[in-house]
Each structure stands twice: as structure tokens, then as C-alpha cells.
């Protein structure tokens, strides 16, 4: 944590997602000293044994560097995806039949692609489309029966191996949770993983059906929703009341509804994460051009910048860490980008949130009172005394234009703050009656550098002190 510096801080966070280009020496280092923080492993890709080992080598540079990174392992789930390909892709031609047959482990060619199963439905018909490559390359279905689909290419383009496969139109097959995911899911438990993202959330009872699956192993680990299909959009609400987070997938978002509809869609969930003070990560191709180019282009420049001032909590880069050629130069980019976007911005995304419902709850209320109290007192910074995080979330919630730090008694708390806006944490037991905490807080604060004698400091906290759930105390204290 920096010293007197901290007001300058980057506030939205960065989320890299780890693969073979992080595996090289001295790459992971540098995305952690270049501001990652927080690490996605997307499980669809890869053997089991490959992501527990980067799990366990992130969290040893972390423990050395005292930097609480989160971890976010990201399930298969029921999205149906391309099987292997014959030298890992395949250029289709605009006109091209291909033929697509289920996925049982074969290595797939020009002459048959295999695909997942669950696109061979009972309700395909006849001049059904099906996008491959993130809707760059699209099919009308010609032929089909239970086991084949031959497909005309409206337009071609290049498809990988692994890769989602949509059917915009057609309803989702199966449970949230697939019996492929069950080996997956006790590694995250093993591993004690801080967020699980589950991909292709249709309601809010998908996210019921993972917490009781969860509590079944003896576990509670936070969910991110995936925004990535039509229905999901339409159930937001429902959604935001049940997730943690929730994941903007631009990719397969923009291969299920009009392209033209997806920066509105993106704003529109935006406002209402930020109205719940549920944190929203952006992703896929932010900066695209960067896994093979060393810069980007100046629209993937201002996509982040918009992302920024619209009020995302984080930023997710994917093929530009895990596979790109610049891995580091991407996390460096793409800090510079917002903290000149943050620097450039004189009010913030949303300063001083108004309270949505009256009457309000009091942890919210304490909350937002104690980010006007901060500025109308012109306070160096809020400290939360946050043992499960809850009250360092409410008051990100609020955007104060002052720096925001949690004092949290163990390291699992720190690593789930780190994708909240504005959020720093630091390492504080709890302390025995209020007078000690602002005594401890003060001291811990004069040590990091962060304040001076006749300084003044905003402190929120639950009483009693120590207890869950109460976030309901605001003091105001000159150092």
C-alpha cells in the first residue's frame, strides 16, 4: 500500500487472466508489479493440474509482495463449445457447407467439426443461425437430425479450437452446473478460490442452484454472474440481487443480440450495479490488439477510458495475458488508461450515490453518510473497519472522491475486496471496544504513511466491535 501518494491512486481494478504466456519466467511478477489485481483462470481451456499450479504460484508472489490478489476461476458450465481442431483452428470460407457432429473427444477438420452436445436441440429448424468466433462467423442451419447439423457459412472467417459456439433464439439445456464441472468445482474448493464465475446465468435461481451445490461441499465462495445471453439481460434484476459480481462478456453478449444494442446493454447494467453496489467487471476484447501488437488501437483505448467513467469496478483482459505475445505491456496500458481517465475526471463515475429506496437500510445510510461526511470535512480518507468486508463495499458503493481503506482481520476478506472499486486493504485484528480500533487504525495509518498529525479521517465501522453484519457507526477523527 502506497504512502502519501494513495489519493492518486487507480481505483478501478484490473483482472488478468492467466495461461501459457504467464507461465514464462518472470511474467507473473511483472503483471503484479505493473497493478494486476486480480487472476481469472478460465478452466474451459487447459488440463485441471495446469490451473492449480498457477493458483498455488500466484498466491506464493502474492504472500511475498503482502498483495492481496484474488483468484477467479471461471466454470465451463453449459456453454457449448468447439472440439479440437486439426492444428488448433479452421478458415472457413463465406459459402462454405460444414458439418458439425457431437463432441466425443475426435480431432475435428473441413469435413466434420466436432461441437458440443447440447446444441443438437429438439427445437432447431430449418434456417436456425449458429455463430461461431464471437459472431464473426455465422451459419444458417440447412439440414439436421439428432446427431448431425450441416450448416451454409453466410460469412467466414476463422474459427478456434475450444472456442463458444451460439444459438441465438434457442433456450439453454440443463442445469448451471454440468457433471463436467463437479471436478472443477472441488478444486475451487481445495484451493479455497475467492470467486467462482459461472458462465451463461440465464435467472437468479441458476445462482441458488451453485450455493446450494457449494454448501453441499462444505463451502461459500462468491459468484459472478456472467452477462453473456439475451434472457440474462432481461432477468437482470433478479440476478443483481442474488450474484456478488457480475462479468459484461462482450464477446458472446454481442453473438446473442444485436451488435449495434451492446453498449447500451453494457451502460444499462453498468447503472444498475452501481445503483446496488454490486461490482461489474467488462470484458473481452479490451484490448485486443494487444495480444500480438505492442499497442493498442486508439478504440480500444477509449472503450476502456468509457468503461471507466461509466463506473466499472474492473477491467478484464483474456487472450491479451493469457496467450499474447505482451502480456505485461497489456496490464501496463491498460493502468495507464485509467488512471488518466480517473486523474482527468473531477466528480468521478458517481459521486455521492443517492440512497434508491426509502426507508433505507442503516448499514446503507451509515454508509453514504459517511462519504459526505469525507468530503464536507475535507478528510484525507475513509478507514472501514470491515471483518466479512460488508461495510468497505457499501461505502465503494457510494464513490467517495477520497481514498477508501479496509482494515480487515484476515487475508480471504482482502483478496475478495480486490475487485471493488477504490478499495485498499490492510491487515488489522480485532480490536477489543471502539476507543482501541481508533487507536489502532490511527497508528497503523501514521506507520503506512498515509496521514499526518492535525489530518482528518472518516471511520466507519459495526458496533459492537468485532460483530458480522453491523455496519451502522460513522466517527470523525483528527488525527
Not at 477438420?109 to 429448424?125: Q, R, W
Not at 480500444?300 to 468503461?307: I, L
Not at 504513511?449 to 492535525?454: E, T, Y
Request: charged share 25%; aromatic share 4%; proline share 6%.
Amino acid at each position: 500500500m502506497a504512502g502519501r501518494d494513495l489519493r492518486a491512486g487507480r481505483r478501478a481494478k484490473i483482472i488478468c487472466t492467466l495461461g501459457p504466456s504467464t507461465d514464462a519466467d518472470g511474467v507473473l511478477e511483472s503483471l503484479l508489479a505493473k497493478g494486476m489485481d486480480a487472476a481469472r483462470l478460465n478452466l474451459s481451456f487447459g488440463p485441471i493440474e495446469e490451473h492449480v499450479a498457477r493458483i498455488r504460484r500466484l498466491r506464493s508472489l502474492a504472500s511475498d509482495k503482502r498483495r492481496p490478489v484474488a483468484v477467479i476461476v471461471d466454470l465451463p458450465g453449459r456453454k457449448v463449445r468447439v472440439g479440437q481442431i486439426e492444428g488448433g483452428e479452421l478458415i472457413v470460407e463465406t459459402g462454405q457447407m460444414l458439418s458439425m457432429v457431437p463432441d466425443e473427444g475426435q480431432v475435428g477438420n473441413e469435413d466434420a467439426l466436432p461441437v458440443g452436445h447440447d446444441i443438437f436441440h429438439d427445437n432447431m429448424a430449418r434456417g436456425d443461425r449458429i455463430q461461431l468466433a464471437d459472431g464473426l462467423v455465422e451459419l444458417v442451419v440447412r439440414r439436421f437430425d439428432q446427431r448431425w447439423i450441416e450448416a451454409e457459412a453466410l460469412s467466414g472467417g476463422t474459427v478456434g479450437a475450444r472456442t463458444a459456439v451460439h444459438y441465438p433464439g434457442l433456450p439453454l439445456n440443463g442445469p448451471p452446473l454440468t457433471a463436467a464441472d463437479e471436478p472443477y468445482l472441488r478444486m475451487a474448493v481445495e484451493e479455497e478460490v475467492d470467486f467462482i464465475a459461472i458462465t451463461y446465468v440465464a435467472e437468479a435461481t441458476d445462482l441458488l442452484h451453485v450455493r446450494e451445490r457449494l454448501a453441499e461441499m462444505g463451502a461459500e465462495i462468491p459468484i459472478i454472474a456472467k452477462i453473456e445471453r439475451s434472457d440474462a439481460f432481461a432477468r437482470l434484476d433478479g440476478i443483481l440481487q442474488r450474484a456478488d459480481a457480475v462479468m459484461i462478456r462482450r464477446g458472446d453478449l454481442g453473438a446473442e443480440i444485436e451488435v449495434t444494442r451492446v453498449p447500451l446493454v453494457q451502460k444499462k447494467i453498468m447503472r444498475l450495479a452501481n445503483q446496488q453496489g454490486v461490482p461489474v467487471i467488462i470484458a473481452t476484447q479490451m484490448l485486443g490488439s494487444m495480444t500480438s501488437a505492442p499497442t493498442p488501437t486508439r478504440a480500444e483505448a477509449s472503450d476502456v477510458a468509457n468503461a471507466v467513467v461509466d463506473g466499472a469496478d474492473g477491467v478484464l483482459l483474456s487472450a491479451e495475458t493469457a496467450i499474447g505475445r505482451y502480456p505485461d505491456a497489456a496490464v501496463a496500458m491498460m493502468a495507464r488508461i485509467i488512471s488518466e481517465t480517473e486523474n482527468d475526471q473531477v466528480d468521478g463515475p458517481h459521486p455521492h450515490a443517492p440512497l434508491a429506496d426509502y426507508p433505507s437500510p442503516f448499514p446503507d445510510v451509515t454508509a453514504s453518510i459517511a462519504c459526505n461526511a469525507a468530503a464536507r470535512t475535507g478528510a484525507r480518507l475513509i478507514a472501514c473497519f470491515t471483518a466479512s468486508g460488508k461495510t468497505a463495499k457499501l461505502v465503494a458503493k457510494y464513490r467517495p472522491q477520497v481514498p477508501v481503506i479496509a482494515f480487515c482481520p484476515n487475508q480471504s476478506t482482502r483478496r475478495r475486496l480486490a475487485i471493488h472499486w477504490g478499495l485498499r486493504s490492510d491487515r488489522l485484528e480485532p480490536p477489543g471496544n471502539v476507543e482501541a480500533m481508533v487507536e489502532q487504525v490511527e497508528q497503523r495509518l501514521v506507520e503506512r504513511d498515509l496521514v499526518r498529525k492535525g489530518d482528518r479521517v472518516v471511520i466507519v465501522y459495526g458496533a459492537p466491535v468485532g460483530e458480522k453484519g453491523h455496519t451502522n457507526s460513522v466517527r470523525l477523527h483528527e488525527v
